[in-house]
């Protein structure tokens, strides 16, 4: 219990780190405001020079104590923690901050790298940052969307904001941060895609099956199919191999049928045996 404490508060707080370093060295100097509750700050504090991350945690707490009410203890101690840690370390940090780039276009890129590496390690210790998705929440609660689109209301409502007060430029910017933030989070999250599934329709599947497992050491699974057409049932393989064994793999399937009819597509992560463990 104590290991698992430590590596859940500890991973939530390098995913903070990570992500105020971001906000403060690339975004906020750049005036990208990249949508969330840091975005929002961003735009209050070039307007009336309130502390961002001051702003952050005045927008936070509000957010806090009405999903505890409406929604009920969704966002834990993890999350309490990840929230007043992130506009500590945005506060710190911005004493400090000197604009690592000029360019707006480096900005927008670093800063949202950083921050969604930060987003992304700090979901997988079960943890957040706050902002934008406890507001997604309370949004979805009251109409009839998901959470994931009422994520995009919310983020899309932060960058017009910030399109008034900076101007339309510097809220394209914004957009190209949000999206690259977005897949940083689902890499952190998702892992990359270093493996590919394989579905075998075959004639001979038990002869394909075998050798994989002979010459590829992976494990296969026979799945009962049947054709919609032809109304026979079928065998169907299953193999997860490293994106190096694709080709052993159709080359097997090659010898055994050339009339076999083969689908491979991406895996993000692969957990059990002969991959990464659980």
């Not at 590596?7 to 990249?34: C, M």
Request: proline share 3%; glycine share 12%.
């Amino acid at each position: 219990m104590v290991k698992r404490f430590v590596l859940g508060y500890g991973g939530v707080l390098l995913g903070v780190v990570i992500t105020a370093i971001g906000v403060s060295y690339f975004l906020i100097p750049a005036r990208i405001a990249a949508g969330g509750v840091s975005g929002l700050a961003t735009v209050v504090f070039y307007i009336t020079e309130l502390p961002v991350g001051v702003t952050m945690l005045l927008f936070n707490i509000p957010l806090l104590l009405l999903s505890w009410r409406i929604i009920g203890p969704v966002f834990g101690a993890k999350t309490i923690f990840g929230t007043i840690a992130m506009s500590v370390f945005v506060d710190l940090f911005n004493q400090f901050a000197v604009p690592m780039t000029e360019d707006l276009l480096l900005a927008a890129i670093y800063g949202g790298v950083l921050s969604g590496i930060g987003l992304g390690i700090a979901f997988r210790s079960g943890g957040s940052t706050g902002g934008t998705d406890m507001a997604a929440q309370l949004v979805a609660r009251f109409f009839p969307t998901s959470v994931g689109q009422a994520l995009l209301i919310v983020d899309g409502f932060v960058i017009i904001l910030a399109g008034i007060a900076f101007g339309l430029e510097l809220a394209m910017y914004a957009l190209i941060a949000v999206f690259i933030t977005t897949k940083a989070v689902d890499l952190v999250q998702e892992g990359q895609n270093y493996a590919k599934a394989c579905l075998v329709i075959s004639d001979d599947p038990e002869t394909i099956g075998q050798r994989i497992m002979e010459r590829l050491e992976r494990g296969v699974t026979m799945l009962d199919g049947r054709g919609m057409y032809t109304k026979y049932d079928r065998e169907i393989l299953l193999a997860i191999v490293s994106r190096m064994e694709i080709t052993t793999l159709k080359s097997i399937v090659a010898e055994t049928d050339r009339k076999a009819f083969v689908i491979i597509y991406d895996v993000h992560e692969v957990l059990g045996e002969g991959f990464r463990g659980l």
